[in-house]
C-alpha cells in the first residue's frame, strides 16, 4: 500500500482548518500547526454566504452548519435615525443565489471543522516557520519548536501578517492599514426585538443580528488613526459614537460589558500576490488575499481557497489560477464599498444614500445585482454526499 502524502498547515483558523479537512478526505495525511494554545478563535460571528455553504458541502459539512447557524431573515440598511434606505428579503437572496445567508459564533465553525480531523492532526502551541519551500525534487521543510517536519505540502493558512507570505515574497509591501478600525460583541439582550440591519453613517457604521442561540451579534466600525484605543474603554468609545443612534443600538450597548467589546484595527492587501503559491507552499485566506470586511467575504473566500486547493492538490499553478483573479476582483470590490461606506463626506452620503433608496424601491433584483459573481460561485468537485453514494454504487 502506497504511503500517503503529507501536507503541514501553518494556522488552524477558519481556512487551515477547512483545506485540513478537504485534504484528509482525499487521503491525505495531515498535520496542523497553530501558534495559540488552543483553537479558539479571536473573533465573534462569521457570515456565510451561498459560495461558502457549498465549499462546505464538499467536505460533507454545508448541512451541519446551515442546522447550526441563524438563517438571516429579513433586514436592511438604515440611517442613524433610524429610517430605512432598503428592506431586503431572505427570501430574495436565496432565490437569486441559491441558498441561504446564515450567521454563526465562529468557534462553533472552528468546532466542526476541527471535528473532521483525525485525533493528534491539530497542534497547539506550535510556532511554526517555513524553513525552505521545496520544490519538484525536494519536500518542503517546516520549522516546530519540536524540530523540522517535511510535506509534499504545505498549506500557508497564518493570516493577514502572515511570515510564510513576507518568506516567499520578500518583495511584496504586505498588508495596510484600511484607515478604520472595528468592534464587535456577541452578548444577550433580553427583551429586545428588531430586524436584522446595518446603519451607515458618516464615516461610521453599525450592524446588529441574531443568533440562534439568543444572543446578539453587533458589530461597528469607524474611520480612526491607526493604533488609536479609547482613552478609559471601548463600551465607552462605542457609547460616544454611537449611543444616539436608533434602536436596538442603545440597548445593546446597555447590556454589553467592558470585556465582551472586542476591537481590531482592519488591514488589507492593497496590492495582489504575484501567484498563491511557490514551490511546495500554497498561500490561503488573509494571508493571501486580505480584504476589508465590507462584503462579508474574507472567511468566505479563505473557505472556497480551502476547496480548490485540495481540488488543485497537485497543481499549484492552477489553484493561483482559479484563484488569484477571483479574490482580487472581489478584494477590490470591497475596498470600493468601504470607501462608499465609510464616507465623511456629506455630499457623497446623500447622493449615496438617494441611489440606495432608488435602488431598493427599484426591486430585490437591482440590489442583490453586486453579489452577482461571488455568492452563487459553485466548487470544482461535487459535495461529498454525492461522491459518497457514487462511490456506493460502484
Not at 459539512?61 to 438563517?71: H, K, S, T, V, Y
Not at 471535528?115 to 524553513?131: F, I, M, Y
Not at 454525492?386 to 460502484?394: F, I, K, L, R, S
Given at each position: 500500500?502506497a504511503q500517503s502524502r503529507h501536507a503541514v498547515v501553518i494556522g488552524g483558523g477558519i481556512g487551515g482548518l477547512t483545506a485540513a479537512a478537504a485534504l484528509h478526505?482525499?487521503?491525505?495525511?495531515?498535520?496542523?500547526?497553530?501558534?495559540?494554545?488552543?483553537?479558539?478563535?479571536?473573533?465573534?460571528?462569521?457570515?456565510?454566504?451561498?459560495?461558502?455553504?457549498?465549499?462546505?458541502?464538499?467536505?460533507?459539512?454545508?448541512?451541519?452548519?446551515?442546522?447550526?447557524?441563524?438563517?438571516?431573515?429579513?433586514?436592511?440598511?438604515?440611517?442613524?435615525?433610524?429610517?430605512?434606505?432598503?428592506?431586503?428579503?431572505?427570501?430574495?437572496?436565496?432565490?437569486?443565489?441559491?441558498?441561504?445567508?446564515?450567521?454563526?459564533?465562529?468557534?462553533?465553525?472552528?468546532?466542526?471543522?476541527?471535528?473532521?480531523?483525525?485525533?493528534?492532526?491539530?497542534?497547539?502551541?506550535?510556532?511554526?516557520?517555513?524553513?525552505?519551500?521545496?520544490?519538484?525534487?525536494?519536500?518542503?521543510?517546516?520549522?516546530?519548536?519540536?524540530?523540522?517536519?517535511?510535506?509534499?505540502?504545505?498549506?500557508?493558512?497564518?493570516?493577514?501578517?502572515?511570515?510564510?507570505?513576507?518568506?516567499?515574497?520578500?518583495?511584496?509591501?504586505?498588508?495596510?492599514?484600511?484607515?478604520?478600525?472595528?468592534?464587535?460583541?456577541?452578548?444577550?439582550?433580553?427583551?429586545?426585538?428588531?430586524?436584522?440591519?446595518?446603519?451607515?453613517?458618516?464615516?461610521?457604521?453599525?450592524?446588529?443580528?441574531?443568533?440562534?442561540?439568543?444572543?446578539?451579534?453587533?458589530?461597528?466600525?469607524?474611520?480612526?488613526?491607526?493604533?488609536?484605543?479609547?482613552?478609559?474603554?471601548?463600551?465607552?468609545?462605542?457609547?460616544?459614537?454611537?449611543?444616539d443612534w436608533h434602536d436596538p443600538i442603545p440597548a445593546v450597548l446597555a447590556a454589553a460589558r467592558p470585556e465582551d467589546v472586542l476591537r481590531h484595527d482592519v488591514?488589507?492587501?492593497?496590492?495582489?500576490?504575484?501567484?498563491f503559491h511557490r514551490g511546495r507552499v500554497a498561500l490561503l485566506g488573509d494571508a493571501a488575499h486580505a480584504m476589508p470586511p465590507t462584503l462579508g467575504q474574507g472567511?468566505?473566500?479563505?473557505?472556497?481557497?480551502?476547496?480548490?486547493?485540495?481540488?488543485?492538490?497537485?497543481?499549484?499553478?492552477?489553484?493561483?489560477?482559479?484563484?488569484?483573479?477571483?479574490?482580487?476582483?472581489?478584494?477590490?470590490?470591497?475596498?470600493?464599498?468601504?470607501?462608499?461606506?465609510?464616507?465623511?463626506?456629506?455630499?457623497?452620503?446623500?447622493?449615496?444614500?438617494?441611489?440606495?433608496?432608488?435602488?431598493?424601491?427599484?426591486?430585490?433584483?437591482?440590489?442583490?445585482?453586486?453579489?452577482?459573481?461571488?455568492?452563487?460561485?459553485?466548487?470544482?468537485?461535487?459535495?461529498?454526499?454525492?461522491?459518497?453514494?457514487?462511490?456506493?454504487?460502484?
Open positions: 500500500m478526505q482525499s487521503g491525505w495525511q495531515v498535520t496542523v500547526l497553530e501558534r495559540a494554545r488552543s483553537l479558539e478563535p479571536v473573533g465573534a460571528a462569521i457570515s456565510l454566504a451561498p459560495n461558502a455553504l457549498r465549499a462546505l458541502d464538499v467536505i460533507g459539512l454545508g448541512d451541519e452548519i446551515r442546522d447550526l447557524a441563524a438563517w438571516q431573515g429579513d433586514g436592511g440598511l438604515r440611517t442613524p435615525g433610524g429610517r430605512w434606505l432598503s428592506r431586503a428579503r431572505a427570501a430574495a437572496a436565496a432565490e437569486r443565489f441559491g441558498g441561504p445567508l446564515v450567521l454563526l459564533h465562529r468557534a462553533t465553525l472552528i468546532d466542526s471543522l476541527a471535528a473532521q480531523l483525525p485525533p493528534g492532526a491539530v497542534r497547539t502551541a506550535a510556532a511554526a516557520t517555513l524553513a525552505d519551500p521545496g520544490d519538484a525534487r525536494r519536500p518542503a521543510r517546516v520549522r516546530t519548536p519540536d524540530g523540522e517536519l517535511e510535506a509534499d505540502l504545505v498549506v500557508a493558512a497564518d493570516g493577514i501578517h502572515s511570515a510564510v507570505r513576507r518568506t516567499l515574497f520578500p518583495g511584496h509591501p504586505g498588508a495596510v492599514y484600511s484607515g478604520f478600525t472595528t468592534w464587535r460583541v456577541v452578548i444577550p439582550v433580553p427583551g429586545v426585538e428588531f430586524a436584522s440591519h446595518e446603519t451607515w453613517g458618516r464615516g461610521r457604521i453599525w450592524g446588529t443580528h441574531p443568533l440562534k442561540d439568543g444572543r446578539v451579534y453587533a458589530y461597528a466600525a469607524a474611520m480612526t488613526p491607526a493604533g488609536e484605543r479609547a482613552p478609559d474603554d471601548e463600551k465607552a468609545e462605542l457609547l460616544r459614537r454611537f449611543g488591514h488589507h492587501l492593497a496590492e495582489p500576490l504575484p501567484a472567511g468566505n473566500q479563505a473557505i472556497e481557497d480551502a476547496i480548490v486547493l485540495a481540488h488543485h492538490c497537485d497543481d499549484l499553478a492552477a489553484h493561483t489560477a482559479a484563484r488569484l483573479p477571483r479574490t482580487t476582483a472581489i478584494a477590490r470590490q470591497a475596498v470600493r464599498i468601504a470607501r462608499l461606506n465609510m464616507t465623511s463626506n456629506r455630499a457623497l452620503m446623500a447622493v449615496r444614500n438617494t441611489a440606495i433608496a432608488a435602488l431598493s424601491q427599484a426591486g430585490p433584483a437591482l440590489f442583490l445585482r453586486g453579489f452577482d459573481g461571488i455568492a452563487d460561485w459553485r466548487p470544482p468537485q461535487p459535495a461529498y454526499a454525492a461522491v459518497q453514494a457514487g462511490a456506493d454504487q460502484q
